[in-house]
């Protein structure tokens, strides 16, 4: 689930994507929201999703990314100014095993500790906003805050966490 919308992911693989849709994160191509859940163009299969404020991404089977919605804040990988309310071309990632995102920034882990991120980064966790997925180190901690949509951050080998609590994280 991201800011105001959510995505389903059904056992066939199939995606299901619901709430506002005004920037085209539902994928449907209508810019509208919706109650009930559509279905993206094209019918994309996924072994994982990750929805942020004003997009969504998806893991394909081969280990492929692709990701639809606004790119406001580069989010889609592709390059300023480049939405999409379709799943675009894939990323150019391969052998992704695992994809994390939140708020306005992803990462997809290749093999054991290779990432790939991009999007903005105000909480300075990807060293700087990143216009098209690219290759960072970063720690579980980091990793935790992305996954946490940028507002949250947490560290020290404690359970600690401090982020913007407008949202009473």
Known sequence: VG???GCALMENQKLWCFGEGEGGELGDGLFQDSA???SPVGDPSAIDVA???ISTCILRGDG???CWGSEEYTELGNGPGNSSQQPP????LTGVT???GGGVAYCARQGQS????WGRDPGGYLLGDLQVPTGVSIDPYAELAIRAGSRLSAG???????????YGQ
Not at 89 to 92: A, M, P
Not at 114 to 117: A, F, K, L, R, T
Not at 156 to 166: H, I, L
């Open 114 to 117: 290779d990432m790939s991120c």
């Open 89 to 92: 071309t894939d990323l150019g």
């Open 51 to 53: 929805v942020g404020e």
């Open 3 to 5: 800011h105001r919308h």
């Open 64 to 66: 492929t990314v692709t």
């Open 156 to 166: 020290g080998g404690q359970t600690r966490a401090s982020g913007r609590s407008v």
């Open 36 to 38: 009930t859940g559509v």
């Open 98 to 100: 695992d994809l994390i």
